[in-house]
């Protein structure tokens, strides 16, 4: 009696584990990527505007021996559909953006022609895995590499080595100014694919709209698409009026994007946005780099630390920059001394609630726009460091 009830009890028992084994076995098979490679990979999208730092911060990115790094690819969804405007061609962009993170490089097929070289992706040559094994043998992996030197030993590597070059990193990293909000993006945050995070990188709209100003006609084919006034070209002496619009966008963008992401948006949003403003990263450039490389789970090497240190404080020559971090700094407040103060009441007007949100203070007087010892940049809040906590177990 007592060994039927003991028999009974291991087949029940048996039969469980089966059913329960059954049930996990086909749960596995829905999933597409096995859970070690998911966890193990990490997606960052660093999402800016132009003239906002972003080249820099994603050099700081790309000179990481863990990170595959693509500075612009939406530029060929641009130049290549530019009679169409940003709005009809984010999801085009959204798509891209996605293939790149997942390494799935066929998706430039549509814009190139087959069987290029490297050479002919937008930018490659800032992309220090692009200049090292698998990819080209002229620098190690650990290397800090240098654009110009790039450009002229790695030239020729075919683009589809890329593939299996992103595939042997943990870290995919893409720099986008070409995104003007965060809701077309939100199915990549839940997608079992991706483990994606956003850094917002901004800058003072009084800064980037002198900064713009500089380079008016070199953005005019951009402007026309953020407008969505399609192959309408912006004649040159009409680009400073809409040098104004496309700030409006913008500002607009910010808005959007932060609100979005710290409010309205779903919790798995907002553990896996940051905003960073680029004044604070010009003025406190280790502190905030460091800040960055936490969230995205990287860490800084004593060699990636001596080298942010020299191109911060003007040495390195020779280095990927164009801007160091030190020009930057008279470049960011440039505005103050230079620009005609009713331009600044124009854009204040413009973007008034985004610069409110983001921390920068508005001038009421030519005065106070004069007064370079009054400080218009307000501390950040603490709150805005919340995934400094949240995260901390997840990487
Ligand atoms: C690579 O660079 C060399 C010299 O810098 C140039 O002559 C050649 O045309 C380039 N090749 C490609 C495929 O871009
Ligand atoms: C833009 O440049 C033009 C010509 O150089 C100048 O007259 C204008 O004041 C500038 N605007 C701003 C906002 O700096
Ligand atoms: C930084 O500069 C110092 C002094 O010029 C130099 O010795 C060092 O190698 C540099 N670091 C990097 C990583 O380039």
């Not at 001394?337 to 001038?363: D, H, S, W």
Request: hydrophobic share 40%; charged share 25%; net charge positive.
């Amino acid at each position: 009696m007592r060994l039927r009830f003991i028999t009974t009890s291991i087949v029940a028992f048996v039969v469980i584990q089966a059913l329960a084994l059954f049930f996990l076995y086909s749960r596995q098979n829905v999933v597409t990527y096995p859970p070690e490679e998911q966890d193990s990979k990490v997606h960052i999208l660093i999402l800016s505007s132009w003239r906002s730092g972003s080249s820099f911060v994603g050099q700081v990115f790309s000179q990481h021996p863990d990170v595959f790094y693509l500075m612009e690819p939406a530029w060929h969804v641009w130049v290549q559909m530019h009679p169409n405007g940003a709005k009809v061609l984010k999801m085009a962009v959204r798509d891209l953006v996605r293939s790149t993170f997942l390494c799935d490089m066929s998706v430039f097929d549509a814009y190139m022609y087959e069987n290029r070289p490297v050479s002919h992706l937008f930018q490659w040559e800032v992309s220090r895995a692009l200049c090292s094994p698998p990819m080209c043998n002229y620098y190690q992996r650990t290397d800090l590499t240098n654009d110009l030197m790039c450009k002229k030993h790695c030239n020729m590597t075919k683009f589809f080595k890329m593939e299996e070059t992103c595939k042997s990193y943990s870290h995919v990293v893409i720099k986008e100014v070409r995104f003007f909000e965060l809701k077309s993006l939100l199915p990549l945050f839940t997608d079992p694919s991706l483990n994606l995070k956003v850094i917002h990188l901004v800058r003072d709209p009084r800064a980037v709209l002198k900064s713009r100003n500089k380079s008016l006609y070199a953005l005019l084919r951009d402007n026309g698409i953020v407008l969505g006034v399609g192959d309408k070209h912006i004649e040159k002496d009409k680009g400073e009026d809409s040098n104004y619009e496309v700030m409006k966008e913008i500002c607009n963008s910010h808005l959007l994007i932060h609100e979005l992401a710290t409010e309205q948006g779903p919790d798995i949003l907002k553990q896996r946005y940051m905003m960073v403003r680029y004044e604070d990263v010009v003025r406190e450039p280790l502190k905030e780099l460091s800040a960055m490389y936490k969230f995205a789970g990287l860490s800084l090497t004593p060699k990636l630390e001596s080298w942010i240190y020299n191109i911060t404080h003007g040495k390195g020559t020779g280095s990927a920059f164009k801007i160091t971090s030190r020009n930057a700094k008279s470049i960011s407040e440039a505005w103050r001394t230079e620009m005609p103060f009713e331009n600044i009441l124009k854009i204040q007007k413009i973007c008034g609630r985004a610069m409110q949100m983001l921390g920068y203070e508005l001038v009421q007087s030519e005065f106070e726009q004069k007064l370079l010892s009054r400080d218009l940049i307000h501390p950040q809040k603490n709150q805005k460091f919340s995934w400094l906590t949240s995260d901390e177990g997840a990487t």
